[in-house]
């Protein structure tokens, strides 16, 4: 069975100094990897995927993730938090042909004036 | 607009009484699902459907039920439903994995509690 750890519950960033929010997974097969951002009394937001190719995915907002196969870790980083950048943060895998996405427990990014 | 719409957006029920929220996409999609999110736990798969009339357990089905008779609804059904069914449930569709704009499409999100 596939799974995805966070393991961080929550992330403590100044404003200004660079943000990681961990990811590693477990699947058969190749992976495809996502981050999703919700913020409170929201949806899911799309944040960007790994499915083939470059390493270095960047996505929305300023985000990018890179895929560690040997590690089997996602993990997300923006050079410079924002406060706005305060949310919870998903990450979730998939793989070739099995569409069904399973998601890590989140981690809550607080960033601090 | 290319979107997945739920409905209703909150939800208070008495414990027994049966609901049904509904879920609809624009995008004929084929691949659609049902997740809950609970503090900690993420968001887990209730149900998911490959195609019409084609449907399966995630890794919670029990206490839900589902049907999908037409290609865009996807309607998430509580018979009768219990306390700790109360959670924030949300609606997916995806292409599929094979496709070229391969990804998940999420809906607004259903608040739903029972007392």
């Known amino acids: 069975a596939q799974s995805v750890a966070q393991p961080e519950d929550q992330v403590n960033v100044a404003e200004g100094n660079p943000l990681t929010v961990k990811c590693t997974y477990s699947?058969?097969?190749?992976?495809?990897l996502f981050w999703y951002v919700q913020y409170p009394n929201r949806g899911l937001q799309f944040l960007l995927k790994y499915i083939t190719g470059d390493n270095l995915v960047k996505g929305s907002y300023g985000f990018e993730a890179e895929f560690n196969k040997s590690q089997t870790s996602f993990h997300l980083k923006k050079p410079s938090a924002l406060v706005s950048d305060s949310a919870l943060y998903f990450c979730a895998v998939d793989k070739a042909a099995g569409n069904k996405l399973t998601f890590g427990g989140g981690t809550r990014v607080l960033v601090k004036p | 607009e290319a979107q997945v719409t739920q409905n209703p957006r909150y939800l208070i029920t008495v414990t027994g009484k049966k609901l049904t929220v509904t879920c609809s996409q624009n995008m004929n999609h084929e691949y659609m699902s049902w997740y809950r999110q609970d503090p900690g736990l993420g968001l887990r798969q209730i149900y998911y459907s490959m195609n019409v009339e084609v449907t399966d357990k995630g890794d919670v089905p029990e206490g839900y039920k589902v049907s999908r008779k037409e290609k865009r609804n996807f309607p998430l059904i509580l018979e009768s439903p219990s306390p700790n069914q109360t959670s924030l449930y949300f609606c997916?569709?995806?292409?599929?994995?094979?496709?070229?704009?391969?990804?998940?499409?999420f809906g607004s999100g259903t608040r739903l509690t029972v007392v």
């Open positions: 699947v058969s097969g190749n992976p495809y």
């Open positions: 997916a569709s995806s292409p599929g994995t094979g496709a070229l704009n391969y990804g998940y499409t």
